[in-house]
């Protein structure tokens, strides 16, 4: 019985983090109506900065996690300024070629991390990574539920930032009706630059988080983009709420998937699922509730 | 009259080739521009002109690869039987892939084509006692020779370059590229779209499979990592496409061309640096020729044409 | 029977009631209109009888057959054709190849097609443009191109979703002369549009609706004096 209890708390933790990835995946998506495969590359990268920032200068990696954000949101910002954007320019007979171009992007940031730290395996290993505290008979790790911990303060922050600020409501008008936007005088490329960025910036911070439970390889980009995709397409697009549901319910999918079918098969289930979703729930897990 | 002789020029060059080029080295670069000249134009069937870009040809690829594999592997039949039953699975297989994915559109057909594409791999990888797993299935050659290699995979891409040709002339073009154009508008003139689709799918499917086939024969080893890729093998059929002309007969062929020479170079002279290399490549491509070398010099010519005439020719069935 | 007829139907999105229990029919040749304010659910009759969206309840019948569970491109294969209001061109072909798709609904042979086409070009005065691509048209253009498009599914009836929204005075005119020459031709025509001179030029008899019910049908001049009517357009002051 606690086996189940442990798999599903520790799943839950986990969930939260892969959520903060998601929501920098689900803004993007939602305001730019594009989908960004390069997503986890920006993970990757993230993660890489902050662990930088602890071998070479010996920086917290919950301290790094914020020089690696602001890194990223710059990364992210010239990204789309100076490559995704260009698209919106350019006549194409397959609007498709956008996804593309996000494949092109998570290659070069993959093989320049790949060129500078090779293939290698990295970990981090501060003080506590290993510790664990007992809640009765049941062990839980006290990097996942810091990680955990600072993920829900984050997504709530995001919350807040969207709901009561003017960017934020930019940024949320936008998403809704980028010409309407464009009507009541928004700065369209402004707001989407940013976005992009605050994305690009979550994924950094929900790499760093994730950085004691992962070893840290150039292609591990590809998972992060999957799990950001499932989680994304589970909770509905463009929506913070739906990317937390959907995280956790990943994260805990997995875990117990884990613990309870072969490996092999765990990664099929979640793309069968995905394909499920995605041509029967349109709307998410969330179109279910409201029915 | 032109077209015609430029078209035997083309065929006759395309048989002496090898001739020219005896190297195996040089054979074994013509052969692989051909197997991907020949994916690249049966993916421009779907995804070029009837608009729905699949990232999961690898899929089709797979089968037709496995079930030459298999045949030899199980059944202790030749793989060459594998160029009949190979492209004959992965059409059947299109069928039902079709039809559930055809119900979504854009960037969601993309990405249910992605999940599907690497779902067959998995697969592949963990049905161990059928496909031998992630250790792949060698089979001895019988023909170690490049040059029939190479007449064989000519044949497959004039195979592929005349499907295509046929069925873009006739009105299957027309509902094709309307259905890529706008499919509400297409639906509202009568066109069956899911059914087009489809029509576009099932040759599409069989020229992959029979690739797909072709290339376990020819290169006698294959693993679901491999013939499943999605990088390897879903992604590069669409930058061949979009390198060489979306929704061009020739596009791809000369993408295929194009690519496989540049990537050898960058191999050869950068090492590590390779694939950073294609990266940028492909990041530069899609930036810039949004429409691929073909497309956009085609667009090019059309606006030299008609500074000159004043008028410009009728444009549906381009290069 | 009636040659078309639109029974009670009833179309809600959501808690949203768009259209509630309208009906109307009409015979072979005819023209109707079909007025009322933005938004009353004019546009959405159209999706509704060439099955973009489902109905909610009703019936629709065309020459005694019931089609509204049909597929969209099998009613357009029927006889029912339509313009759309956000016209919907197929950009990257040609004039001559929009209208050659729909051309090959009742031919296979691209000659036959290519040959019809350029009739119906004729007809709507393109000719000159067959060759341009649809995205570089005038607004004007590309509102003829919608009803070549249409015409070359070869309909008995024809849907117009505000062919001469956006049009200047001179080319209404041509819009309205287009409209008599179809409908000349014998083919029954509903017609919904802003500009009550395309109306009041073309129509037998008109649906006044308004917040998805109608106000009135019958003659143009009792419509268009019915106080209601006048009230939804207007306001109350005016009534």
Same mark, same amino acid.
């Given at each position: 019985?606690?086996?189940?209890?442990?798999?599903?708390?520790?799943?839950?933790?986990?969930?939260?983090?892969?959520?903060?990835?998601?929501?920098?995946?689900?803004?993007?998506?939602?305001?730019?109506?594009?989908?960004?495969?390069?997503?986890?590359?920006?993970?990757?990268?993230?993660?890489?900065?902050?662990?930088?920032?602890?071998?070479?200068?010996?920086?917290?990696?919950?301290?790094?996690?914020?020089?690696?954000?602001?890194?990223?949101?710059?990364?992210?910002?010239?990204?789309?300024?100076?490559?995704?954007?260009?698209?919106?320019?350019?006549?194409?007979?397959?609007?498709?070629?956008?996804?593309?171009?996000?494949?092109?992007?998570?290659?070069?940031?993959?093989?320049? #991390?790949?060129?500078?730290?090779?293939?290698?395996?990295?970990?981090?290993?501060?003080?506590?990574?290993?510790?664990?505290?007992?809640?009765?008979?049941?062990?839980?790790?006290?990097?996942?539920?810091?990680?955990?911990?600072?993920?829900?303060?984050?997504?709530?922050?995001?919350?807040?930032?969207?709901?009561?600020?003017?960017?934020?409501?930019?940024?949320?008008?936008?998403?809704?009706?980028?010409?309407?936007?464009?009507?009541?005088?928004?700065?369209?490329?402004?707001?989407?630059?940013?976005?992009?960025?605050?994305?690009?910036?979550?994924?950094?911070?929900?790499?760093?988080?994730?950085?004691?439970?992962?070893?840290?390889?150039?292609?591990?980009?590809?998972?992060?983009?999957?799990?950001?995709?499932?989680?994304?397409?589970?909770?509905?697009?463009?929506?913070?709420?739906?990317?937390?549901?959907?995280?956790?319910?990943?994260?805990?999918?997995?875990?117990?998937?884990?613990?309870?079918?072969?490996?092999?098969?765990?990664?099929?289930?979640?793309?069968?699922?995905?394909?499920?979703?995605?041509?029967?729930?349109?709307?998410?897990?969330?179109?279910?509730?409201?029915? | 009259?032109?077209?015609?002789?430029?078209?035997?020029?083309?065929?006759?060059?395309?048989?002496?080739?090898?001739?020219?080029?005896?190297?195996?080295?040089?054979?074994?670069?013509?052969?692989?521009?051909?197997?991907?000249?020949?994916?690249?134009?049966?993916?421009?069937?779907?995804?070029?002109?009837?608009?729905?870009?699949?990232?999961?040809?690898?899929?089709?690829?797979?089968?037709?690869?496995?079930?030459?594999?298999?045949?030899?592997?199980?059944?202790?039949?030749?793989?060459?039987?594998?160029?009949?039953?190979?492209?004959?699975?992965?059409?059947?297989?299109?069928?039902?892939?079709?039809? #559930?994915?055809?119900?979504?559109?854009?960037?969601?057909?993309?990405?249910?084509?992605?999940?599907?594409?690497?779902?067959?791999?998995?697969?592949?990888?963990?049905?161990?006692?059928?496909?031998?797993?992630?250790?792949?299935?060698?089979?001895?050659?019988?023909?170690?020779?490049?040059?029939?290699?190479?007449?064989?995979?000519?044949?497959?891409?004039?195979?592929?370059?005349?499907?295509?040709?046929?069925?873009?002339?006739?009105?299957?073009?027309?509902?094709?590229?309307?259905?890529?154009?706008?499919?509400?508008?297409?639906?509202?003139?009568?066109?069956?779209?899911?059914?087009?689709?489809?029509?576009?799918?099932?040759?599409?499917?069989?020229?992959?499979?029979?690739?797909?086939?072709?290339?376990?024969?020819?290169?006698?080893?294959?693993?679901?990592?491999?013939?499943?890729?999605?990088?390897?093998?879903?992604?590069?059929?669409?930058?061949?496409?979009?390198?060489?002309?979306?929704?061009?007969?020739?596009?791809?062929?000369?993408?295929?061309?194009?690519?496989?020479?540049?990537?050898?170079?960058?191999?050869?002279?950068?090492?590590?640096?390779?694939?950073?290399?294609?990266?940028?490549?492909?990041?530069?491509?899609?930036?810039?020729?949004?429409?691929?070398?073909?497309?956009?010099?085609?667009?090019?010519?059309?606006?030299?044409?008609?500074?000159?005439?004043?008028?410009?020719?009728?444009?549906?069935?381009?290069? | 029977?009636?040659?078309?007829?639109?029974?009670?139907?009833?179309?809600?999105?959501?808690?949203?009631?768009?259209?509630?229990?309208?009906?109307?029919?009409?015979?072979?040749?005819?023209?109707?209109?079909?007025?009322?304010?933005?938004?009353?659910?004019?546009?959405?009759?159209?999706?509704?009888?060439?099955?973009?969206?489902?109905?909610?309840?009703?019936?629709?019948?065309?020459?005694?057959?019931?089609?509204?569970?049909?597929?969209?491109?099998?009613?357009?294969?029927?006889?029912?054709?339509?313009?759309?209001?956000?016209?919907?061109?197929? =950009?990257?072909?040609?004039?001559?190849?929009?209208?050659?798709?729909?051309?090959?609904?009742?031919?296979?042979?691209?000659?036959?097609?290519?040959?019809?086409?350029?009739?119906?070009?004729?007809?709507?005065?393109?000719?000159?443009?067959?060759?341009?691509?649809?995205?570089?048209?005038?607004?004007?253009?590309?509102?003829?191109?919608?009803?070549?498009?249409?015409?070359?599914?070869?309909?008995?009836?024809?849907?117009?979703?505000?062919?001469?929204?956006?049009?200047?005075?001179?080319?209404?005119?041509?819009?309205?002369?287009?409209? =008599?020459?179809?409908?000349?031709?014998?083919?029954?025509? #509903?017609?919904?549009?802003?500009?009550?001179?395309?109306?009041?030029?073309?129509?037998?008899?008109?649906?006044?609706?308004?917040?998805?019910?109608?106000?009135?049908?019958?003659?143009?001049?009792?419509?268009?004096?019915?106080?209601?009517?006048?009230?939804?357009?207007?306001?109350?002051?005016?009534?």
């Amino acid at each position: 019985m606690h086996l189940l209890g442990q798999t599903l708390i520790s799943g839950f933790l986990l969930g939260g983090m892969y959520a903060l990835i998601a929501i920098g995946m689900t803004l993007i998506m939602g305001v730019m109506k594009i989908v960004n495969l390069a997503h986890g590359a920006l993970v990757m990268v993230g993660m890489y900065v902050t662990y930088i920032c602890f071998v070479l200068w010996h920086i917290n990696p919950y301290a790094g996690m914020f020089i690696s954000m602001l890194l990223l949101f710059v990364l992210g910002s010239l990204i789309q300024r100076y490559m995704i954007n260009r698209l919106v320019e350019v006549d194409s007979i397959l609007p498709e070629n956008q996804v593309l171009l996000t494949v092109g992007i998570s290659l070069v940031l993959t093989e320049v #991390i790949r060129f500078i730290f090779k293939s290698d395996y990295l970990s981090v290993s501060t003080g506590f990574s290993g510790k664990t505290v007992f809640l009765g008979k049941m062990s839980v790790s006290v990097p996942m539920t810091i990680g955990f911990v600072i993920a829900m303060v984050f997504t709530y922050l995001l919350h807040l930032f969207l709901n009561r600020t003017d960017l934020g409501m930019t940024i949320r008008a936008t998403a809704q009706d980028r010409d309407a936007a464009v009507y009541m005088g928004v700065n369209v490329s402004r707001v989407t630059m940013i976005t992009f960025g605050l994305g690009s910036a979550f994924a950094a911070a929900g790499g760093s988080l994730l950085l004691p439970m992962f070893y840290l390889w150039p292609d591990i980009g590809h998972l992060f983009t999957a799990k950001a995709f499932i989680i994304t397409i589970l909770g509905g697009m463009g929506s913070t709420a739906g990317a937390l549901l959907g995280g956790l319910t990943l994260g805990i999918a997995e875990s117990l998937g884990a613990t309870y079918i072969s490996m092999g098969y765990k990664d099929v289930v979640g793309l069968v699922v995905f394909l499920l979703v995605l041509l029967f729930m349109p709307g998410g897990i969330k179109s279910l509730v409201k029915r | 009259m032109k077209k015609v002789l430029i078209n035997i020029t083309v065929a006759i060059v395309a048989i002496l080739l090898p001739l020219v080029f005896r190297a195996p080295y040089h054979q074994h670069i013509l052969i692989t521009i051909l197997i991907w000249a020949a994916l690249g134009t049966a993916w421009n069937l779907l995804g070029g002109y009837a608009g729905q870009v699949s990232f999961g040809h690898a899929a089709f690829f797979g089968l037709g690869a496995y079930t030459a594999g298999i045949l030899a592997l199980h059944y202790n039949i030749s793989p060459w039987w594998g160029l009949l039953l190979g492209p004959l699975v992965s059409t059947l297989i299109s069928i039902p892939v079709g039809l #559930i994915c055809f119900r979504l559109r854009g960037p969601y057909f993309a990405l249910a084509m992605l999940a599907l594409g690497e779902i067959f791999r998995l697969v592949f990888i963990n049905w161990v006692t059928f496909t031998n797993g992630a250790k792949g299935i060698m089979i001895i050659p019988k023909i170690t020779m490049k040059l029939p290699y190479y007449y064989m995979a000519l044949g497959l891409f004039f195979l592929s370059l005349t499907i295509t040709g046929l069925l873009i002339k006739s009105r299957f073009g027309y509902y094709f590229i309307s259905i890529r154009e706008d499919q509400d508008a297409a639906e509202s003139l009568g066109i069956p779209t899911t059914r087009y689709k489809l029509f576009a799918f099932l040759p599409s499917a069989f020229i992959t499979g029979l690739t797909g086939a072709f290339y376990m024969n020819y290169i006698a080893f294959i693993d679901p990592n491999v013939v499943f890729s999605l990088a390897n093998v879903s992604v590069m059929i669409i930058l061949v496409v979009m390198l060489g002309g979306v929704a061009t007969l020739w596009g791809p062929a000369v993408g295929a061309a194009i690519y496989i020479l540049l990537s050898e170079v960058f191999r050869t002279r950068m090492g590590a640096a390779s694939v950073l290399a294609f990266g940028i490549l492909v990041c530069l491509v899609i930036m810039f020729l949004p429409n691929g070398i073909v497309g956009e010099l085609d667009g090019l010519r059309k606006m030299a044409l008609r500074k000159m005439n004043g008028g410009e020719k009728s444009g549906l069935l381009r290069g | 029977m009636a040659f078309f007829e639109v029974r009670r139907i009833v179309k809600n999105f959501g808690g949203l009631c768009a259209v509630h229990e309208i009906s109307f029919s009409l015979e072979k040749g005819q023209v109707i209109g079909l007025i009322g304010p933005n938004g009353s659910g004019k546009t959405t009759i159209f999706n509704l009888i060439n099955n973009f969206f489902p109905l909610t309840a009703g019936e629709i019948y065309f020459k005694g057959k019931r089609i509204d569970s049909l597929p969209t491109h099998k009613i357009c294969a029927l006889g029912i054709a339509r313009t759309f209001q956000v016209v919907k061109p197929l =950009k990257r072909m040609s004039v001559l190849d929009n209208v050659m798709a729909g051309a090959f609904l009742h031919t296979g042979s691209t000659s036959q097609a290519r040959a019809r086409a350029l009739e119906i070009l004729e007809f709507c005065n393109l000719i000159n443009k067959r060759d341009l691509d649809a995205k570089k048209l005038t607004i004007a253009d590309r509102k003829r191109l919608e009803i070549a498009r249409a015409l070359s599914t070869d309909p008995e009836l024809l849907l117009l979703d505000e062919t001469a929204a956006g049009l200047n005075p001179k080319e209404t005119e041509e819009a309205i002369e287009v409209i =008599k020459k179809i409908s000349r031709s014998g083919i029954a025509i #509903i017609i919904v549009e802003h500009k009550m001179k395309v109306i009041m030029g073309t129509s037998e008899k008109i649906v006044a609706i308004n917040f998805g019910r109608e106000i009135t049908q019958g003659e143009p001049r009792e419509v268009i004096n019915h106080p209601e009517v006048i009230k939804a357009y207007l306001g109350d002051h005016y009534a």
